[in-house]
């Protein structure tokens, strides 16, 4: 059986090799810090059929990848890597470093001393730094799909999408064990599931920087975003959770 560590971070990556050494380089030097000098950390870069160089890139900063071969999607990959972690906590960060890894030290504080299950960034509440404001199209779609998972879902968090959470062990293997969303619309059927499980969760503002390179398109998978919520409403009057 592997040793626990402290903390597992998860970074789901495609197609990253221009963006996630930065992001490794800070990680690294972060937990150099004389406080975490007796913390045990992992990370894992979750390769999802990158066609790039990002396995590559990755593994010169000593973490471990494991790489998905075709393409299986961000939550199948999050999902993957969750499970797969040792840590008592583990966190899933972009691999575009738009939240900094600084962020780490507060959620910790909610996680090891406040009772929080489980910490999600949010770029939509008070205490959010955003350093250059979001793309119009997408804080549209920000504020449509806030509606929607309302709505559909009964969630109330301002902003599922945000790319850094973290959690105790217990909540991680509870949740992905049972998440079935393969791509984009993962956030917030794990918290869904957050909530259905009774897990205490914090919305905590953040520090997000908007990185050049995102892969989301704003209509395309806004509507098939749209499909995964009703999916996850079907799947719970179905009893599958």
């Not at 738009?98 to 780490?104: G, S």
């Amino acid at each position: 059986m592997a040793k626990e560590i402290d903390l597992s971070i998860i970074i789901p990556a495609y197609n990253e090799e221009k963006r996630i050494g930065k992001y490794l380089q800070s990680i690294n030097s972060h937990f150099k810090q004389k406080k975490y000098q007796n913390f045990t950390v992992e990370v894992i870069v979750m390769d999802d059929g990158s066609k790039d160089k990002t396995a590559s890139v990755a593994r010169r900063y000593g973490v471990k990848v494991v790489t998905n071969n075709p393409n299986r999607g961000k939550g199948y990959s999050v999902k993957k890597g969750m499970l797969q972690g040792h840590g008592k906590i583990l966190l899933f960060a972009d691999a575009d470093g738009a939240t900094p890894i600084r962020e780490v030290d507060g959620f910790l504080e909610f996680i090891q001393h406040k009772g929080y299950d489980v910490v999600i960034g949010s770029r939509s509440i008070k205490g959010a730094k955003l350093k250059k404001k979001q793309p119009i199209h997408r804080l549209v779609l920000g504020k449509t799909f806030f509606m929607l998972t309302l709505t559909i879902l009964g969630l109330g968090f301002y902003d599922t999408q945000c790319g850094f959470k973290m959690f105790t062990r217990k909540a991680a293997k509870k949740i992905f064990s049972k998440q079935t969303i393969d791509r984009w619309g993962f956030d917030p059927e794990v918290l869904f599931l957050a909530k259905r499980y009774r897990f205490k969760v914090k919305e905590q503002g953040v520090e997000w920087h908007d990185i050049a390179g995102s892969k989301v398109n704003p209509i395309k998978d806004g509507i098939k975003m749209l499909g995964e919520l009703l999916k996850i409403r079907m799947n719970s009057w179905k009893g599958k959770y």
